[in-house]
């Protein structure tokens, strides 16, 4: 069973930095496309950033491009989201996300078919 686990989220004032990790455990990381989505109170979800499984392509929402970087390292089973110029419209529960079907390409809106726990991110003064 593919589990995800995010760790790194934080409170941190606006202009500020933050890095997101999640470890991927039971599943052959070669075959798996890995997302971040984040969901604001009173919003419905919104995937921000995904990766494909070759790591050749990468999508950001317009709302975090420029911003906000996926990266992967399949030896060390994590996916990462570098968060920078963080506004306080960042404040979210993020949610690493994981796909074994679609795992070859990478849409905004694809749907995930595995989920983490979720890590808060408050941006605030």
């Known amino acids: 069973q593919l589990q995800l686990v995010e760790s790194g989220g934080g409170l941190v004032q606006p202009g500020g930095s933050l890095r997101l990790s999640c470890a991927v455990s039971?599943?052959?990381?070669?075959?798996?496309?890995l997302a971040w989505f984040r969901q604001a109170p009173g919003k419905e979800r919104e995937q921000v950033s995904c990766i494909s499984a070759s790591g050749y392509v990468i999508n950001h929402a317009n709302s975090v491009k420029g911003r906000f970087t996926i990266s992967r390292d399949n030896a060390e089973k994590t996916v990462y989201l570098q968060m920078t110029n963080l506004k306080p419209e960042d404040t979210a529960v993020y949610y690493c996300a994981a796909r074994t079907r679609l795992y070859r390409q990478c849409g905004l809106s694809d749907p995930a078919d595995y989920w983490g726990q979720g890590t808060q991110v408050t941006v605030s003064s």
């Open positions: 039971g599943f052959t990381l070669d075959y798996v496309g």
